[in-house]
């Protein structure tokens, strides 16, 4: 959310409190404000009637360049083709759980969000408590350019998303370096464990999403990349994770500041690539060495790639809650999102640099061309160059284990 970018806390809701305030939520889960009926209509309908509309987009907000893109090319879009006034909020993961949960509970029949940028564990989470309006995507008329057998677009976390949120960006995993000081960068975990023993103080890991993501690809190396494919397995998770937390404990003396204090956030591990302290970062947006160097962040010799063991790759997406106030203009909303025209833009590398999810071979001929001439990025491989090297996300339950279990084990 990729979206990626979404801090991963400890969770605010355990699975046994899922479990145990279904049964409170799930007789007010019913819709009660035509959102079954809306999707009956067509799609001239749902446009009249969003238009003039109020919408609000709960997402997070921590990047420059994507709020930009949001404030600056999205709100104003959407004003202009389909008078929709959006707002967008700041919110994330477990916030977003917790805000439609207590609706829900308190048996609100209209929610204060409209829609939000989700995907994996929160998609899994919402799932769980019956909380997202759908199945929608196939009323979107933009889906036509989705493929949705392609596994990192239909499948998040595992789960198959079933229509329940629509695909807005797809992303993959890459470490950002600095080859002034990295002469040959580390391709595998050995590598990698090699390099931060002769360089002490140089690497760490943050302790938020994009880490963590760091740290299911080095349990995904360690067991094989498909070992661990398909619903949690807690045996198969207690053996290898042991490995992994006896690799990072071996490292953790090496680490920046001797593995006695951890990033907690990818701004602040950008911050310390940055200012010299470390000489490596990372990403879960492949394009964001291009983007940062734009913007003065990141030194002009930084360079980004994939491990050769392979690198997470996942889609994020734009939900719906069941209970909208107005599903129509979040409809049209997201189907703006997955057009031809914001895809392309969001896409530049000096606006975004974020992935597309439209099969470029689907488009019309004069889009297909443009998003085929788009200039490439300067210092990371194109996305066919690293696409063998994606990883399938993990089910949702592994990222909550690992973020968990990285504090028990290694930090505290």
């Not at 629509?166 to 595998?188: E, F, H, K, M």
């Not at 023993?197 to 880490?211: A, K, L, V, W």
């Not at 996942?314 to 719906?320: A, T």
Request: net charge negative; aromatic share 12%; with cysteine.
């Amino acid at each position: 959310m990729a979206f990626r970018k979404q801090t991963i806390r400890r969770s605010a809701l355990s699975f046994a409190l899922i479990g145990f305030l279904m049964t409170a939520v799930t007789g007010c889960a019913t819709d009660e404000s035509g959102g079954a009926s809306i999707l009956d209509q067509s799609w001239e309908e749902i446009e009249a009637e969003a238009r003039g509309s109020s919408l609000t987009l709960m997402m997070w907000m921590g990047d420059p360049l994507i709020n930009d893109y949001m404030q600056d090319f999205v709100v104003p879009r959407v004003k202009e083709k389909y008078d929709i006034d959006l707002t967008i909020v700041s919110g994330q993961g477990n916030q977003i759980v917790s805000t439609l949960m207590s609706e829900m509970e308190s048996g609100r029949s209209r929610s204060q969000i409209d829609m939000m940028w989700i995907n994996g564990e929160t998609f899994f989470q919402l799932r769980e408590i019956d909380a997202l309006f759908g199945p929608f995507t196939d009323a979107l008329p933009n889906s036509r350019y989705v493929d949705y057998n392609d596994p990192f677009i239909g499948v998040d976390f595992q789960q198959p998303i079933d229509g329940y949120e629509a695909p807005w960006g797809n992303v993959q995993l890459l470490l950002i370096y600095d080859s002034t000081r990295v002469a040959t960068p580390p391709r595998t975990p050995e590598e990698l464990a090699a390099w931060v023993r002769e360089n002490p103080g140089r690497f760490t890991i943050p302790d938020e999403f994009t880490g963590m993501t760091l740290l299911k690809s080095l349990l995904m190396a360690k067991a094989g990349p498909e070992t661990l494919y398909g619903e949690f397995d807690e045996e198969l998770y207690e053996g290898w994770s042991g490995k992994l937390w006896d690799y990072l404990n071996e490292l953790k003396p090496y680490f920046w500041r001797s593995g006695r204090t951890f990033p907690g956030s990818l701004a602040q591990l950008h911050q310390l690539y940055a200012n010299g302290e470390i000489a490596f970062t990372m990403s879960n947006n492949d394009s964001e060495v291009d983007n940062k160097v734009n913007e003065g962040l990141f030194p002009e010799e930084s360079r980004a790639y994939p491990l050769n063991t392979g690198t997470i790759r996942n889609s994020h997406y734009m939900g719906i809650p069941k209970h909208a106030r107005n599903k129509a203009a979040a409809l049209v909303t997201i189907n703006f999102l997955m057009s031809p025209e914001a895809q392309f833009e969001k896409m530049q590398p000096d606006v975004w640099g974020d992935g597309t999810v439209l099969d470029v071979d689907r488009l019309p001929d004069e889009w297909a061309q443009r998003f085929r001439d788009m200039p490439g990025r300067e210092r990371a491989p194109d996305r066919p160059a690293i696409r063998p090297y994606a990883l399938q996300e993990l089910a949702p339950e592994y990222m909550i284990r690992i973020a968990e279990d990285f504090r028990t084990n290694v930090i505290e």
